[in-house]
């Protein structure tokens, strides 16, 4: 009953991995699809730094308040 288990396990996995991943593929890239692949990259690079902009100080507070505990914490012996 043991291996029993183990085999429909197993069996249900690769059932899984049939179904997600086809060996026949019929796709087409237009050229269209490379510029919108780098449009959405330039997106991101840029919604990134406006994000890291927006909230800055925010972020530098937090470092800034993380490792002043670091140091406070290492001088007096308690951790």
Known sequence: MK???TFIK????IGIFIFIF?????AY???GSG???IQMIIALVIGGTFGIKV???KIYQFFNNLFSRANKSDGDGKN
Do not use: M
Not at 10 to 13: A, G, L, N, T
Not at 22 to 26: G, K, M, S, V
């Open 29 to 31: 890239l237009d050229p």
């Open 3 to 5: 291996y029993f288990k």
């Open 10 to 13: 197993v069996f249900c996995v």
């Open 35 to 37: 510029s919108y692949i």
């Open 22 to 26: 086809p060996r026949t593929l019929f």
């Open 55 to 57: 909230f800055w100080r």
